[in-house]
Structure formats: structure tokens, C-alpha cells
Antibody, heavy 123, light 108 residues
Framework: QVQLMESGGGVVQPGGSLRLSCAAS????????MHWVRQAPGSGLEWVALTSDDGNNGHYADSVKGRFTISRDNSNNRLFLQMDTLRPEDTAVYYC????????????????WGQGTLVTVSS | EVVLTQSPGTLSLSPGERATLSCRAS???????LAWYQQRPGQAPRLLIY???GRAAGIPDRFSGSGSGTDFILTISSLEPEDFAVYYC?????????FGQGTKLEFK
């Protein structure tokens, strides 16, 4: 069965960096574009970033553009999110999410989500 | 960016009752580009409905989606105890896909 498991969250000071990881299993990882979606405490969901199946293309929400970098390792079925110059408003649970079929775009829904990893940006 | 407004913010009902949750878009979207998710406390969102009315795998038929244009509805025909959760709508017609702020379904 499809499984997505995030790790790497924690507490970081404003201006700091963190790298999130998502381990995927149960499907052919290299044939799907993959996404990160976040949820601030007590708030709704916000799409963050996506990467193409081969990792050569990425697309970002305006709120993180220039600070976050999405990447992947298809040989090890892993998705990453490098977060730099973190701000308090980046505090959220970060989910990796899979769309139902290959499609490169943020205009898609998600049929599988990981359990999320909490990032707290605070001094 | 398409803004989705969900109402009510909180809905208080009892098991066995019918729930009607609303999602209104700031601009017209195709019904085929709307999804609904359920999120229980401490859990990831779970896909319920895609394409406006298609049920995801394993979703009971008490869940149904409808609507068009700017107004969409998620109906739960007869509430089970496990249905009390937060529900989000998402549009994916225009980039970026955007989510509503959620409706909390709580025990009355």
C-alpha cells in the first residue's frame, strides 16, 4: 500500500534552515510529480511546492519562493524540502502529498498524504 | 488566486443526522475541479471526493458531493461517530490549487 512518511521537523530560530524528508513506498515513486503542503497551527491547508517526476523542474508558492528548494532522490524513493531563511509564519505541519496520476502542476488534488512533520520557527 | 469560503465554520449535529457543508468559490470553477477532504485530529487529510462528485477508494456512499459554478456542497446522509472531524474543500482548476478554511463537524 502507498505510504509517505515525513521527518526532519523541529524548532529553529528565525533566519535558520531545516531540511525535511519524505520516504515513499508502495508505488513507483519515479513516475509521479510530488508536492509539499503545509498547515499552520489551527489553520487551513496551503500548497507549498512541487517537483517533476525526474526532479528537473520545481514550482513554488509565492510565500516561499527564493527561500525553499524542493528536490528528490528517485533511487531511494525520497522527497526533500530545503527550507532557508525561515520566518515565524513558516511554522506549520508539513505534509508530502501524492497526486492520483502523473501531472506537473499545482492545480491537482492529492490521494495520499503523509502524517506530517512539525516545523516551529521561534526564538 | 481562487479563494474558497466554507460555511458554517462549525456544525453541531448528532449521529444519524444529515450534514450539509458548503464551499463557495470567489470565481466560477468547473465541478470537475473540486475535491473534499476529511481531517481527524492529529491525522493527515484524507481524500473523500474528487471531480466534484467522485468518491475516493474506500469512501462510504453516505458521502456525496454536488454543485457547480461557485457553490458546492458536501453531504453526509447519516452521520456516524467517526465522521466528526474537520472538512476542507479544494479547487484545482486554477494554479495554485487552493483550500477552504475548513468546517468543523462536532457532536451536538
Amino acid at each position: 500500500q502507498v505510504q509517505l512518511m515525513e521527518s526532519g521537523g523541529g524548532v529553529v530560530q528565525p533566519g535558520g534552515s531545516l531540511r525535511l524528508s519524505c520516504a515513499a513506498s508502495g508505488f513507483t515513486f519515479s513516475t509521479y510529480a510530488m508536492h509539499w503542503v503545509r498547515q499552520a497551527p489551527g489553520s487551513g491547508l496551503e500548497w507549498v511546492a512541487l517537483t517533476s517526476d525526474d526532479g528537473n523542474n520545481g514550482h513554488y508558492a509565492d510565500s516561499v519562493k527564493g527561500r525553499f528548494t524542493i528536490s528528490r532522490d528517485n533511487s531511494n524513493n525520497r522527497l526533500f524540502l530545503q527550507m532557508d531563511t525561515l520566518r515565524p509564519e513558516d511554522t506549520a505541519v508539513y505534509y508530502c502529498a501524492r497526486p492520483p496520476a502523473y501531472y506537473y502542476g499545482s492545480d491537482i488534488y492529492f490521494d495520499y498524504w503523509g502524517q506530517g512533520t512539525l516545523v516551529t520557527v521561534s526564538s | 488566486e481562487v479563494v474558497l469560503t466554507q460555511s458554517p465554520g462549525t456544525l453541531s449535529l448528532s449521529p444519524g443526522e444529515r450534514a450539509t457543508l458548503s464551499c463557495r468559490a470567489s470565481q466560477s470553477i468547473a465541478s470537475s475541479s473540486l475535491a473534499w477532504y476529511q481531517q481527524r485530529p492529529g491525522q493527515a487529510p484524507r481524500l473523500l471526493i474528487y471531480g466534484g462528485a467522485g468518491r475516493a477508494a474506500g469512501i462510504p456512499d453516505r458521502f456525496s458531493g454536488s454543485g457547480s459554478g461557485t457553490d458546492f456542497i458536501l453531504t453526509i446522509s447519516s452521520l456516524e461517530p467517526e465522521d466528526f472531524a474537520v472538512y476542507y474543500c479544494q479547487q484545482y482548476q486554477r494554479s495554485p490549487g487552493t483550500f477552504g478554511q475548513g468546517t468543523k463537524l462536532e457532536f451536538k
